[in-house]
């Protein structure tokens, strides 16, 4: 069973960053790509960025290249995704997920394993 555990969300001003991390337990971290999405209010969950397991080839949601950054640790069997020039459309839940094959992928149905989820606000 695979365990992930977002942490490092909060409020923060408009124009501010945030750098979220994902702890993962239980199954081989470094062999499976990783993926962050979001869910807003009243919105379906979203693909933001993903990983795979070496860290090269990072995908990114258009909308937010640039801005995002995903990096993983698996000395430490963790992802980050830090997160620079924050909007208010930023705003939302954000989730860890484990693909347990490779490769990386922006489809979520093809992410097995979640997290609870960690929130962003991003105040105007």
């Known amino acids: 069973q695979v365990q992930l555990v977002e942490s490092g969300g909060g409020l923060v001003q408009a124009g501010g960053s945030l750098r979220l991390s994902c702890a993962a337990s239980?199954?081989?971290?470094?062999?499976?790509?990783m993926g962050w999405f979001r869910q807003a209010p009243g919105k379906e969950r979203e693909f933001v960025a993903a990983?795979?397991?070496?860290?090269?080839?990072?995908l990114y949601a258009d909308s937010l290249k640039g801005r995002f950054t995903i990096s993983r640790d698996n000395a430490k069997n963790t992802v980050y995704l830090q997160m620079n020039s924050l909007k208010p459309e930023d705003t939302a839940v954000y989730f860890c997920?484990?693909?347990?094959?490779?490769?990386?992928?922006?489809?979520?149905?093809?992410?097995?394993?979640w997290g609870q989820g960690t929130q962003v606000n991003v105040s105007s």
């Open positions: 239980g199954r081989t971290f470094s062999t499976y790509p």
């Open positions: 990983i795979n397991w070496s860290g090269t080839n990072p």
């Open positions: 997920a484990m693909k347990p094959w490779a490769p990386v992928s922006r489809i979520i149905n093809e992410y097995r394993y």
